[in-house]
């Protein structure tokens, strides 16, 4: 099973890559919703990549509330 | 079977395919509007002759296949009514979606609907009135009704319990999750996931394929394997119609349709 700092560093390659930003752009801790500007599809999209990408099932209601990548890895690295 | 262009639905019949395309902004929410035309459209699917030979419904929007019920305009219409006629003129909209939804859910063809994106609500109880859904990856379906103080009011239980285990009817219903097209696959409820953007070249390669087949004999095997659950639906609309004349559904209702949330169909 990967360590949580592998899923973070995956989980932050994999939204670079799917926002179109520079990973190093990206901040563990910042809200990803007021930096991204995510919408309520982009949500949506979002939540089927990581589940694709990692193989897991996140239910919605886990993720409320979640607005930063390393409490997302965290939430992800739970269920692997 | 003649072509249809609405503003919220067209239709066209090639190769013995009849096409259904949803096409109504942001992402097919189904109203007034959309009923009517789909209204249109169960009359013509019950008088066509053997031309037509399958169906497929997809959506031609980015943001996917159907949003469900148009919420606004549900807030809106029940705003100034007494809790009585809230029911009463909700009851009149179930009724008119349910004999829609029953006559695609008992045509004498093989239906399709290729899906992508949100398959929210109505538009998942929509897609599950076919006979096979085809799921592009970016698909995701989802009850978020009891957010709303409400159960799903197009069939969506009644059809959904048909599909698939009990268990999982419950989760979905009781927490308004969403799942994605291969958990979808994997408890039975999608036929066949695709690559993003291959829904509906699936759905008509599927199409192609049915038309092969006499159409007598897809009815029979349709009418056995796929009985429509009636008593249940009339049950559906009654539950639906009694939770309808709370004022915590106004409530609920407001807050959905004012919110700006990332996640505004959960609570």
């Known amino acids: ?80 | 079977m003649d072509s249809f262009k609405g503003n919220a639905i067209s239709w066209s019949l090639t190769e013995g395919i009849v096409e259904l395309v949803l096409h109504r902004e942001p992402c097919n929410e189904i109203g007034s509007v959309t009923l009517a035309e789909l209204e249109r459209f169960a009359d013509a699917l019950e008088n066509s002759g053997p031309e037509a030979q399958a169906l497929i419904l997809y959506s031609r929007l980015a943001s996917g296949f159907c949003a469900g019920a148009d919420l606004c305009e549900l807030f809106r219409g029940i705003q100034p009514l007494k809790a009585e006629d809230r029911s009463n003129r909700v009851r009149d909209f179930l009724l008119r979606i349910h004999r829609v939804f029953n006559v695609i859910d008992s045509a004498p063809i093989t239906t399709i609907a290729a899906v992508h994106g949100v398959v929210f609500g109505g538009g998942f109880e929509l897609a599950l009135t076919c006979d096979m859904i085809v799921a592009d990856q970016t698909s995701r379906f989802c009850f978020p009704e009891l957010r709303l103080g409400l159960i799903p009011g197009f069939g969506g239980i009644p059809r959904m319990k048909r599909d698939i285990g009990n268990g999982l009817v419950r989760d979905l219903l009781l927490t308004g999750r969403s799942i994605n097209a291969n958990k979808a696959a994997a408890v039975g409820l999608v036929s066949q996931v695709v690559a993003p953007g291959e829904a509906f070249r699936v759905a008509r390669s599927v199409a192609l394929q049915a038309t092969k087949f006499d159409r007598q004999t897809a009815q029979v095997a349709k009418e056995f394997i796929k009985p429509i659950p009636y008593a249940e639906l009339q049950e559906e609309i009654r539950l639906f119609c009694e939770l309808m004349g709370r004022p915590a559904v106004e409530e609920a209702l407001r807050k959905f349709v004012e919110s700006t949330d990332a996640q505004p169909y959960l609570p």
């Open chain 1, 1 to 80: 099973m990967p360590q949580l700092e592998q899923t973070l560093n995956e989980l932050l390659k994999l939204a670079a890559e799917h926002f179109q930003v520079p990973v190093n752009e990206l901040n563990p801790d910042e809200d990803f919703f007021k930096k991204l500007k995510i919408n309520s599809l982009q949500t949506l999209d979002l939540l089927t990549k990581l589940e694709q990408r990692f193989n897991v099932e996140l239910p919605d209601y886990e993720l409320q509330g979640v607005t930063d990548f390393r409490t997302l890895a965290g939430k992800i690295q739970a269920r692997l």
